[in-house]
Nanobody, 126 residues
Framework: QVQLVESGGGLVQAGGSLRLSCAAS????????MGWFRQAPGKERESVAA????????YYADSVKGRFTISRDNAKNTVYLQMNSLKPEDTAVYYC???????????????????WGQGTQVTVSS
C-alpha cells in the first residue's frame, strides 16, 4: 500500500514557475513508476509526465515538453514536478500516481497506476 500526498500548488501569473512535490509512504516507493496527471474542469484527466523507478527514463506530454521537469529522490520517497513558463492552459488539479508500468508506452496510461494522491490545484492567471 502506498499513500501519496501532493503539495506545492497555488496561484501564479503566466510565465511563472511552481514546483510540485509528492511525498509517498511505504518502503517500496523506489520500485514504482511515478506519474503526474492533471485534470481541468470539464476535461478528462491527462498525463503530464512520468519517471521510471530509477529515474533513468522520463516521459513528457507534448504540451509540457521543454517547460516541465520530473524528478525523484528515492531516499526521500518524493517525486517532483518543476513547472516553468506556466500558461493559463496549465490550470488544473495535478495528481501524482504510483504504478507498475514497465514499458514506456504505458507511462501515460492512467490505468497503469495503482495509487493516487488527492490532488493539488494549480491556477495560472493571464
Amino acid at each position: 500500500q502506498v499513500q501519496l500526498v501532493e503539495s506545492g500548488g497555488g496561484l501564479v501569473q503566466a510565465g511563472g514557475s511552481l514546483r510540485l512535490s509528492c511525498a509517498a509512504s511505504g518502503r517500496t516507493f523506489s520500485s514504482y513508476t511515478m506519474g503526474w496527471f492533471r485534470q481541468a474542469p470539464g476535461k478528462e484527466r491527462e498525463s503530464v509526465a512520468a519517471i521510471s523507478w530509477s529515474g533513468g527514463v522520463t516521459y513528457y506530454a507534448d504540451s509540457v515538453k521543454g517547460r516541465f521537469t520530473i524528478s525523484r529522490d528515492n531516499a526521500k520517497n518524493t517525486v517532483y514536478l518543476q513547472m516553468n513558463s506556466l500558461k493559463p492552459e496549465d490550470t488544473a488539479v495535478y495528481y501524482c500516481a504510483a504504478g507498475s508500468a514497465r514499458y514506456y508506452s504505458d507511462y501515460d496510461v492512467p490505468g497503469k497506476y495503482d495509487y493516487w494522491g488527492q490532488g493539488t490545484q494549480v491556477t495560472v492567471s493571464s
